[in-house]
């Protein structure tokens, strides 16, 4: 298949690319085919244009069990083969995935309305990661454990079986797979339950694994809503282990339910993370970190850069910097080349972006950037977009609500401070602990807020690069376990220790109390 950038732009685009992409329809993906529900209808809208563009039916509670059905059979399936031909597998899926790159960048951008840019950069991400667990799912071994007695103890890897993978809508292709590489290299099926609002890019990656020689049923997606599909996922016992990206009262609950039916899971949630400005640092190179590490994805990112501490002596020179650079950021159409910004995925979350500017206004900072639309987005087509324009908040206050709310959205509140120590209790002085950046020239510096800074990420002198070797999730409300590098095979399996007697025949049973 391959798709192209159609010239209309809005509701049109997104409705020609999925048609493209889907004819016979949009659906959950059970058994290597797309598979349409009959449950409550969900109606997908072109965030670049504010209307509907698509619609599909829930599954249901029938269609989500038969999902999970599928899934079970396929963990069996895969999990009996050997590594080494799961391995091969794997790295075909990504071949087939880097081939069809074009093709899902252009299915993302249209469905969600994520720049094209990002999304091409996400779509080889998501071949990368296929790539880098393909060469782990031949290398998930156990140890040999020296024990009293005359005994052989060795422990194994095992696959839980069926993984769920719960994925939010501002990165739907990233994080499907994102989550589903690592659990499938480590032997289990996976099941990915997307956004209702963004499920597309994550049905077509599964068709294409499928393509590329995955068996059926070991990568299904359940699309649908989270009250029915989500719900069953996350507490059905053929369920092995959950993985959960969203937000924290979610996430919460999430874990709760799962918790509730014996279930384990990961959870990377929100966070509120801190940029550290220090006067001795290459201020033009942070000034452009502390736009791309806030505004890049318009803001709807877990790590991105929200509150920009800077230090007193040069805090009006940098915060005017950013703000100018912020200024200059082309916001538009999301198919178009040049577009760094698009818009707000969902209405819900653009309501809440927009409301919690006014509510960080009404704290005391003041709007810098971002206070009226350009006339091509005010008027015309994109008049009933979910548009946000870069906006950099000055004097953002421990006072200030937006100090500690995650808005999710392309905002910054910038605030000064004096000293190293009060930057770090800043930095610290919120529940959150996913992420954090410090720009200093002075080496001792850097290495000593890295280490007091409480996040699970943390950059100097650069923001918001990740890659699938390392590790990768959150303190606090950000989440717990990791989902990414070498240890999250650790996540998606369980140790089986393994005893053998070695003592000669007719001997006494050896034996160890516990």
Not at 166 to 195: D, E, M, Q
Not at 424 to 433: D, K, L, M, V, W
Not at 488 to 506: F, H, I, M, R, S
Request: charged share 15%; with cysteine.
């Amino acid at each position: 298949m391959s798709l192209t950038i159609p010239t209309v732009s809005g509701a049109q685009t997104a409705r020609d690319v999925l048609a493209a992409a889907f004819p016979n329809g949009l659906g959950a993906f059970v058994d290597g085919r797309v598979q349409q529900g009959s449950g409550e209808p969900v109606t997908l809208t072109a965030a670049a244009t504010g209307e509907a563009f698509a619609s599909y039916n829930d599954p249901g509670t029938a269609g989500a069990d038969a999902v999970l059905a599928s899934a079970v059979d396929g963990a069996a399936l895969w999990g009996a083969m050997n590594p080494f031909e799961r391995a091969a597998i794997l790295r075909n899926v990504s071949h087939v995935v880097a081939e069809h790159a074009e093709e899902l960048a252009i299915l993302e951008s249209a469905t969600t309305g994520k720049p094209i840019r990002d999304a091409r950069t996400e779509a080889a991400k998501v071949a990368e990661m296929f790539g880098y667990y393909a060469g782990w799912a031949d290398k998930v071994t156990g140890s040999t454990i020296p024990v009293p007695g005359e005994w052989l103890a060795y422990t194994q890897r095992v696959p839980w079986g069926v993984v769920v993978a719960v994925t939010p809508w501002n990165a739907p292709l990233f994080t499907a797979g994102w989550n589903s590489a690592a659990p499938l290299a480590a032997g289990n099926a996976v099941v990915v339950k997307p956004s209702e609002f963004t499920p597309a890019s994550t049905v077509r990656l599964a068709q294409l694994a499928v393509e590329a020689g995955l068996p059926a049923g070991v990568f299904n997606v359940g699309v649908g809503l989270g009250a029915t599909m989500g719900a069953a996922f996350t507490t059905d016992r053929r369920v092995g282990k959950v993985s959960f990206i969203g937000s924290v009262p979610t996430g919460r609950r999430v874990a709760v339910a799962a918790a509730q039916a014996g279930i384990p899971t990961v959870l990377e949630l929100g966070g509120k993370s801190a940029n550290i400005v220090f006067a001795d640092a290459d201020l033009d190179c942070a000034a452009d970190g502390a736009v791309s590490a806030i505004f890049s994805g318009a803001g709807q990112s877990c790590v991105a850069g929200s509150r920009l501490l800077v230090q007193r002596s040069v805090y009006r020179e940098f915060v005017d910097r950013v703000a100018e650079k912020a200024a200059r950021l082309r916001v538009g159409d999301p198919l178009a080349s040049n577009t760094e910004v698009g818009p707000i995925i969902t209405a819900p979350q653009f309501a809440t972006v927009t409301s919690l500017i006014g509510q960080g206004l009404d704290d005391g900072a003041r709007r810098l950037t971002g206070a009226a639309l350009p006339e091509e987005l005010a008027a015309g087509p994109y008049s009933g977009g979910h548009w946000v324009l870069p906006t950099v908040l000055d004097g953002v206050t421990p006072a200030n609500r937006l100090e500690t709310t995650e808005v999710f959205g392309p905002v910054v509140g910038a605030d000064a401070f004096d000293t190293e120590a009060e930057a770090i209790a800043r930095a610290n002085a919120t529940s959150f602990g996913l992420a954090g950046a410090v720009w200093t020239a002075n080496v001792t510096r850097a290495h000593h807020v890295a280490q007091s800074v409480k996040a699970g990420t943390f950059w100097i002198n650069a923001y918001k690069t990740i890659h699938v070797a390392v590790p990768f999730g959150g303190f606090g409300d950000s989440g717990h376990g990791r989902s990414s590098g070498p240890g999250v095979l650790d996540e998606y399996t369980q140790t089986k220790a393994v005893w053998v007697p070695t003592q000669a025949a007719g001997a006494p049973f050896p034996s160890l109390s516990y």
